[in-house]
C-alpha cells in the first residue's frame, strides 16, 4: 500500500451507531458519512459460507429467539474455553440464516437503532465485500474464533482470501497469532495483530521485543484505546503510554478501536451532561475531543462506530501538518 498522508476511518460493524450492527444499511451508512474501510466480523454458517457478524452466537443480535421452528437448535457450546448458551451459525445453513432478521445489540443505549429491527437480513462476506467494491471503499475483516471453526472442519482461511480476491485496499485482522500466522503464509496482504485491553499474551505484545516479532508475520497492530491512554479510577485518563511510537519504530501502523459517542462508552475525561440525567449514559459526549486526542497522539486510523464523526474531526484537521508515519505494504506474494 502506499503512504498514508492522514489516519483511516474505519466503519465499526458498519456504522453501529446509527444501524443495527453488521447488516447492509450499517455498512451502506458508514460509506455515506466517510468511511475508507468498512469492518466485517466474519464467522461460517453450517455450509461454510462466511457471513458478518460478531460472533457464532446470535441470539443477541437477530431475532432468532422468536422462529419457533429453530427452537430445538437451541444449545450450550464451549467456545474458546467459554460456556455459551444460544443459536450458533454453524447449527444453521446460509438459507435458514437468511430468514432471520438483525436486531439492535444495545436498544437501551441505541434506541433509534431498535427503529430498525427485523429490517435486514445478515449479509454474507460476499455481499458485503461487493457494497465495498461498487463504492470504492476498503474492507477490514476480522476472522472471529478461527481455531474453533478450523476444530469443526469449517476453516475461515480459504472462504475469506476467495471472496476477498483482488479487492483493494484491505486489511485482515485477528486476535489469534496463529491465524495470522497462516495468512502469512497464504497471502501478501496487509495484517492487524489485534491486541486487547489486558491479558498476559497481549502484555508481551505491546513491548518493544513484542512488535519486533509481530512485524515478522503482521503490518500493524490494532489495539484496545486503553494500550495507547490508559485509564485509572473512575475512568480517567492516565499519561499516553509509548506504544504508538514503539509500535512505528517496528514498522507497524497502528489502529485503535473502539471510539463510540455515547458517554458510557467514553473515558471520563470525555463525558458530557448530568450524570443524574436518566439519558445520560446515551447520551453524545466529547467524542470529538477524544478523536483529536487519539489522533494527535499518532495513530494511524481509528475504528469508529460513527464513521462520520472520526471523518468530520479529520477535515478540521486537515490543514494541520500532520507526522509522516509507517505504511502498511504489500509484501511479495509467498512462494
Ligand atoms: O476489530 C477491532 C475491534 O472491532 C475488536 O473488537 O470485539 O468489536 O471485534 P470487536
Ligand atoms: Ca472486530
Redo the contacts with the bound molecule.
Sequence with gaps: MSHQPEPVVIG??GAGALRPEHTLPSYETAIALGADYI?P?LVSTKDHVLVAR?ENEISGTTDVASHPEFADRRTTKTIDGVAITGWFTEDFTLAELRTLRAVERIPDLRPGNAAFDGLAPIPTFDEVVELARRHGVGVYP?TKHPTYFSSIGLPLEEPLLEVLGRHDPVFI?SFEAANLRELRRRTPLPLIQ?IGGSGAAYDRMVTPEGLEEIASYADGI?VATSRVVPAGPGGRLLTPTTLVRDAHRAGLVVHV??VRDENAHLPADFRLGDPASPAYARATGNVTGWLTMLYDLGVDGV?ADNPGMARAVLAGRARRPSPRRPSARRRSAPS
Design positions: 465499526h460493524r469492518e466480523d460478531h476480522e485482522q489485534l490494532g478501536w473502539t475504528f
